[in-house]
């Protein structure tokens, strides 16, 4: 996903949909930066499973007090989650090697 495309959360009601996409491309994003870096993740799609309860939770805010709570501690959840990631693909940035330098080192064949 381009990151220009992030903006679209903006528009009025169509963000309800989109939310959805942004956070699926973004556990995507984050599944292959950690199998690029070899980062050992739990899920398939780390920040997934908490996004997706994060935007569930935005649908509810129709219920005044308990549904704006909710939607909150998903959200800070969700970025405590992307932050942790972030910083543990900043961290193992300089420990990636390209495929072909993996085989000459171990001497593996191509």
């Not at 398939?44 to 501690?73: E, H, M, Q, R, V």
Request: glycine share 4%.
């Amino acid at each position: 996903m381009s990151p220009s495309n992030v903006w679209l959360l903006f528009i009025p009601l169509f963000n309800f949909i989109w939310q959805f996409i942004v956070v699926d491309k973004i556990a995507q994003s984050i599944a292959a930066e950690c199998a690029r870096l070899n980062i050992p993740v739990k899920e398939d799609k780390p920040t997934y499973g908490i996004g997706l309860a994060w935007n569930i939770c935005n649908f509810l805010i129709i219920i005044p007090f308990l549904g704006g709570l909710a939607s909150l501690i998903t959200f800070i959840i969700y970025w405590v989650k992307v932050s942790d990631y972030k910083k543990r693909v900043e961290a193992n940035q300089n420990t990636f090697m390209l495929d072909a330098e993996r085989n000459i080192f171990h001497g593996n064949k191509v």
